[in-house]
């Protein structure tokens, strides 16, 4: 990808639609053509739709310490008592509905990882719902959440294992804080900051899976990086910007990663996944970590 940076990204623009900047830029590496390229973003999209609309609340995970919650909160939901009302409710209840998906072993796009694959759905989902958006209109938002998480990985990493789960969680927030402010009617300023402040926001977010499952601490994990998103595009279409480069924090967040203990990065060893009840569930599965 010819986009490396987030300060190119945000210079690329020169009068176009920033989809479009970051298609040209798919289209030149794949050798695809522009039409091509939209139809593959629009069938990712709709995959991620169809994922969401197969979520079945009677599957247990692996450990049977996942399941259910999702359409938990749904309920609570329609039940109109929320404290953060019917929106945020609705996201938080897509997070961990996709995140319960994945540790089911159904069918998921990840974005950028299988374990992080909620955020980015709950937070496009709902909003594409509650603003009676197309869907062509929501495949150029993930043009925008497929540049972010491309400049991530270039840059940094998007695995647990190397960088912990602000790489995974962090990366996925960045990428839906974009897209959201994309969609909000952000420039391309302001996507960048948007990205910057989700990823400052998680950083230091370690990798910690109980008996190196994907389950806990992860599924919850999905809503609280759909929250932080939000709150990140919000702050950047407010015109709030972080004080911070965008790509700066980039590599500040690879530093930490680097810095990171092995038992925290994915080993199922450190975390939540070495408290007793951690150490338990492995002892109980028969994992050796
Ligand atoms: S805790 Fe680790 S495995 Fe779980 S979502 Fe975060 S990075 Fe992925």
Redesign the pocket.
Known sequence: MAIETLAALESACQGKDLYEVIQSDDCMERGVSPEESFEQMRELYTAIRRAASRYNPTLRSASGMVGGDGEKMRAYVAAGKTICGEYVGQVIAQALQMGENNACMKCIVAAP?A??CGVLPAVLLPYQQREKLEDDRMAQAMYIAGAVGQVVAAKASIA?AAGG?QA??GTASAMAAAALCYLGGGDAQAVCHAAAMALKSLMGLV???IAGL?EV??VK?NAGGAMIAMCAAEMALAGIRSAVPPDEVILAMRDVGDKMDVSLR?TGLGGVAGTPFGTKIAEQMNIEL
């Open positions: 990882t374990g992080s647990g789960c995974e969680i990798c910690d899976p994907v601490p992860c994990r994915e």
